[in-house]
């Protein structure tokens, strides 16, 4: 709800304010022209949707909310890209709600979606399909031209959560998910992959791990 700006002196401005919510997991991106875009999932008018909002001031002033996702699912966790300073990606997670609470749903599933200027957004299209929890997901476009997405998933029930990756990854028919290695919150860039792992199972003992990425 906050964002810090360094000058003569720190200080925290809100960024809006006008309607009471539960607002969390915001991701910032800027693009070359520093203009400011904030995607996170907020809880309002009775489920959990994306919004975004925009700023041209370096932070000092942003625009209205403007709502992504619209769906009786919980939307969460999302990442933000933009292709070589053209299209955006928006990628997320999916939480099966019909329980009434998600850790009483079995499944969760990645989305994403496509923007040409990162507020009109087209339809979600669902990225996994499974009967595993799959979530946190990240994205890059590599210099083939191939999206690459790494997300964290138990499908590997006897190890716990693991990180997956995958090349080529919004072309239809190459969907081919591959272990990387147990942990989960997966960060990937062109270059290097970070992600968190607990140490023998200890959900408190936890550390951060990389590896680069070689294409």
Not at 185 to 196: G, K, L
């Amino acid at each position: 709800r906050y964002i810090s700006v360094t000058g003569v002196q720190t200080c925290a401005l809100p960024i809006f304010t006008e309607l009471q919510a539960v607002d969390e997991n915001p991701v910032l991106l800027i693009t070359d022209d520093n203009v400011l875009f904030i995607v996170w999932s907020s809880f309002r008018f009775e489920q959990q949707d994306l919004y975004v909002i925009t700023s041209k001031t370096s932070g000092f002033t942003w625009s209205s909310p403007v709502r992504i996702t619209d769906s009786t699912a919980t939307d969460n966790h999302p990442f933000l890209y933009q292709e070589n300073n053209e299209s955006f990606f928006l990628i997320w997670n999916r939480y099966d709600v019909r329980e009434g609470v998600i850790k009483a749903n079995p499944t969760s599933e990645i989305y994403y979606a496509k923007s040409s200027n990162g507020l009109n957004w087209g339809k979600p299209v669902q990225f996994t399909n499974d009967n595993f929890i799959d979530a946190y997901p990240s994205l890059y476009e590599n210099a083939h031209g191939e999206v690459v997405v790494a997300w964290s998933s138990n499908r590997y029930v006897w190890q716990g959560e693991n990180v997956q990756l995958s090349l080529n990854a919004f072309e239809e028919g190459l969907f081919q998910p591959l272990r990387l290695s147990d942990g989960s919150y997966p960060r990937i860039t062109d270059s290097v992959m970070v992600w968190v792992s607990e140490k023998n199972g200890n959900s408190e003992n936890r550390d951060i791990y990389s590896r680069i990425i070689k294409e």
